[in-house]
């Protein structure tokens, strides 16, 4: 018996095939549609696979043979041969069985492998639509963070009033105050008094009265006990000596010198040097019996200049000890010692700090160490006290002088200079 197996198309295509091949007298075992092996079969239509018999030439005349001498063989023979045929078609459609179930398994493994496949690309593909959306979502929080952040920061604009900047809105008489280091506040009450000035005066005018309003000099007598106090590094110990050169030396008075100083290394030496070369009484006080003492030891001086420690406006422990000496020397004659070169904000600390001390009028010193005079207006009009001197160097005892209220307003201007 002949079996093959034909892959084709269609059935018509079989047939033809079949006929050709085995002849017309060919069976048609079985038929059954399958894909082409590998990954391509995936994605092609599906083959018709189609399994045909047919009895040899051999079978056939041995089948003839047999029919010829029939009678003369007995009935087992023709069953032993039909058997035997019967027993090849058996065996041929149970190859095709195993076939058909051998190439289910096959398919099987394959549509796994193709769902796998799927699932991994499908996978894939997920894990990847799940990485853009989470870039596009961290995109966008990082945009709306930073215009967040934008929204937060203060605005870098000039303050603007009519469409220009305040800074270029400023007037003449506010550039000259401002030039000349006087505080804003300051400037700001300034304007307002010349804003309320209704007479016919020119601005520049109206401000110097104003200035000269503001600034209260006063000449004090200097007689007496004289204390100086104020913060280290003002220059309190050279304001001393000056008006003991101007007393003792331009006055002629008799003039005794004080020291409390004794914290600072070489103050003692330095106000003693002074008294040696003016020849002035000169005593150190270390407590409070010290000061009894050398009050009492220069009685008989016109004029007794107490010079004290420096102390800072903050602790007010020291300041409250530096009390009890200026009210053991029992005096109203005191003096804040203040330097044109402390910052505003620093000047209005110390004058507030040292109120408790009960100054009744204000040296300021180093205004040969500066180029602009608007720090004497912010000091007096912070402590609301007048000025009696200023100092203006080094030497002694030239260089200290009491400044009337004009020459104070034209320095503050920039009109004229000191030195």
Known sequence: MIIKRYIVNTMNEAMTRIRYELGRDAVIISQRKIRKPGIKGFFSAKSIEVTAAVENEVNEKKQNTVNDNIDSRNS????????????????????????????????????????????SDNNSENLMSEMMEMKTMISEL?????????????????????????????????????????????IKNIMMKIKNDKTEKTDLEKLKIILKEMIHVTKPKLEGRIVLVGPTGVGKTTTIAKLAGRLALAEGKKVGLITVDTYRIGAVEQLKTYADIMN????????????????????ECEVVLIDTTG??????????????????????????????????????????GYRILNYNSIIVTKLDETATYGSILNILETAKIPLSFVSIGQNVPDDIKELSAD???????GEDTIC
């Open 76 to 119: 087992n023979e023709l069953n032993n041969i039909e058997l035997n045929s019967i027993e090849a078609i058996k065996k041929v459609v149970q190859q095709e069985n195993e076939n058909i179930n051998h190439s289910r398994v096959v398919q099987k493994q394959n549509s796994s492998v193709h769902k796998v496949s799927k699932q």
């Open 280 to 299: 002035l009484p000169f005593k150190v006080v270390y407590n409070m019996n010290d000061m009894d003492k050398a009050i009492e030891s220069m009685s």
């Open 142 to 186: 990082s945009l709306e963070r930073k215009l967040s952040f934008e929204r937060e920061l203060p605005k870098k604009r000039e303050p603007v009033i009519a469409g220009k900047p305040i800074e270029n809105q400023k007037s003449d008489i506010e550039k000259i105050l401002f030039d000349n280091d006087v505080d804003s506040e300051n």
């Open 311 to 352: 102390r800072s406006s903050k602790n007010k422990m020291q300041i409250a000890e530096l009390r009890t000496f200026v009210e053991k020397a029992d005096t109203k004659d005191i003096h804040l010692v203040l330097s044109s070169t402390t910052k505003n904000r620093d000047m209005k600390y110390i004058i507030e």
């Open 407 to 413: 020459s104070i307003v034209k320095l503050i201007l």
